[in-house]
């Protein structure tokens, strides 16, 4: 009886799909301040913790709620961690989480926008430490929110970014939306006030800029797309004083917000 035989090419296939099913159920945070932060907000989320002896300490309270959880945690060498994390930026705390899913757009647009708010969009912005140091910038000027659209050049809130934003996954609502154009003309309707940051707009310092506002960033190298920049009232550069003609988009991003929020705080004093 000849031996059966089995087909290798269906193999790949199955493992994308479990690991498709593993990031919809988990997520990989690292990083202290990331980590702490997820505690702080959503200790019903974790699920596993790993540290270093070095980060024992600071990790008392989350050691507290995973033995009154019963809740997996374990001290690691750093090589473990390394491993665990997939990456050497995890700061000595690796905890394994629920992943934070974006809301549609369409809870955005569609309930009320305070008169003074402050939303950032994304439009293919392609680097996830961009994307964590954007995400960062929200949270320290006040946005009401992160818009991402599904792209396959726009990079998604990976564990990589969720480091770079320092906790503030934790604080600024994620929003998703299928198509940003459209996102952005619903904004409009709304009577929100829709600015590009683009190498070849006007000063940010000389335009005239309403509140609500919606800040569009675009990528790294092709900047805004032609159907964004047409949903935009304005498009702005921050101008330079030095040698460097551009910024990198993260940077761009918190000089722009910063910016914004003097004149919001000028005209609450005003």
Known sequence: MPKPTFSKTKEPAV??????????????????????????????????????????????????????????????????????AASTHHEGVVMVVRPMKPQSVHLLTRNPIAADAMVVALDRVGDTHNVGAILRSCSFFGAVGLVTAAHADQAGIAPSAARMAEGALETVPLYACSDLPSALRDLRDRKVFVVGADPQGDSLYETEIS????????????????????????????????????????????????????????????
Not at 30 to 38: K, M, R, S
Not at 213 to 230: F, T, Y
């Open 15 to 84: 493992k994308k799909k479990h690991s498709q099913k593993l990031q919809d159920v988990e997520f990989t945070l690292y990083g202290l301040n990331a980590c702490l932060a997820a505690f702080e907000k959503r200790p019903q989320d974790i699920r596993r913790v790993f540290f270093s002896p070095e980060r024992s300490s600071k990790m008392a309270a989350v050691k507290r709620w995973c033995q009154t959880k019963k809740l997996p945690y374990r001290e690691l060498d750093i090589e473990s961690l390394n491993k665990v």
């Open 211 to 270: 509140f609500p506002c919606a800040v569009v960033l675009g990528n790294e190298k092709e900047g805004l797309s032609d159907k964004v920049k047409k949903r935009c009232h304005a498009l702005v550069q921050v101008p330079a004083l030095g040698k460097m003609q551009s910024l990198n988009v993260s940077v761009a991003a918190g000089v722009i917000l910063a910016e914004l929020s003097r004149r919001k705080n000028t005209k609450l004093k005003s």
